[in-house]
């Protein structure tokens, strides 16, 4: 799996259409506050030239792309946090995702109506991120409870992280989402285990009408350049239409061009989600797969192993590390090793975006 992304917004801001759009996995949409009920879910490949490229290479083999799953969440109201709405039951299944996708309303239409009443990107968005926070109030609160108790024990760092938690949870209280805070390496491990809503890479959609960009939407992209997030914008429904009319990949670059656009939705999303991840992807072609996989940035060899397999990781030895242009130039693994350009690479070598790697273990 490549990242997995949880779509959040307020009720009719078009997020089942955009996850249509994005995901082809025909979600249900109505006109109406919480059509969607149940979470819907919907796995993509992350199309890579790269690894066409490679696979070229391995006719005989099987090549298998990396993912992005999407998970339509029912849109929240002020006043979730509290069990407003769909309340808590949608805001826990944010926690599982690696980043959230805040789809936001940014098209006029007497047929749809807005729960506010008019539109208004940046009112909307700043309602679905208090929320957000007021959640993580709620549960860093409890946790900090917890770490009072311990600090009156024998563990000599708890007092220490009860101190870093605290001035955590005061931001939190300020309106200062995690993702905005310098995260003290006490309490590091402690939000990994928590997994604060506000702590998780945020990537604004705005969701216009037919004719694409306009005042709304500049407006999301202005605040999103200002709070250093991602933003893009979506024809929500036109590529939901494309998405579904469309029965093959030329077909739906066709139809793009005919509506003006030069890639999809999906194409431009998957590029803002690896720059907020940091993530980078390698390839193997091990076995009867050519594959690509996708870690974060900073990540060692023995670790992107263990993607593969935990043995990768526990009997790590080398990696033996191709370019993959020199690979695909010289035409075969053995040319280039003939060639001697293959890299012996230890536990410390950094995975960098484009690699193929041959590991080798113990």
Known sequence: MGFTCGMVGLPNAGKSTIFNALSGAGARVEAYPFCTIEANMGTVPVSDERLDRLAALFPEKRKVPTHLEFIDIAGLVQGASEGEGMGNQFLSEIRSVDAILHVVRCFADPNVAHVAGDVDPIRDIEIVETELLLKDLETMTRVRERLIREA???DRRAPARLAAWERLLDAVAEGVPLRDQEIPHEVEDLVREVSPLSAKPLIYVANVGD???NAHSRRVAEYAARTGKEAIVIRGRIEAE???????EEERRAFLTEWGLSESGLARLIRAGYRALELVTFFTFEGPEVRAW???????????GGRIHSDFA??????EVMDLDELVAAGSEQALREAGRITRAGHDYLVRDGDVIHFICA
């Open 314 to 319: 526990e009997r790590f030895v080398l990696a």
């Open 152 to 154: 009156k024990g024998p």
């Open 242 to 248: 494309i998405a579904e009319a469309a029965g093959s």
């Open 211 to 213: 004719s694409g960009e």
């Open 294 to 304: 996708t870690v974060r940035e900073g990540t060692t060899a023995p670790r992107a």
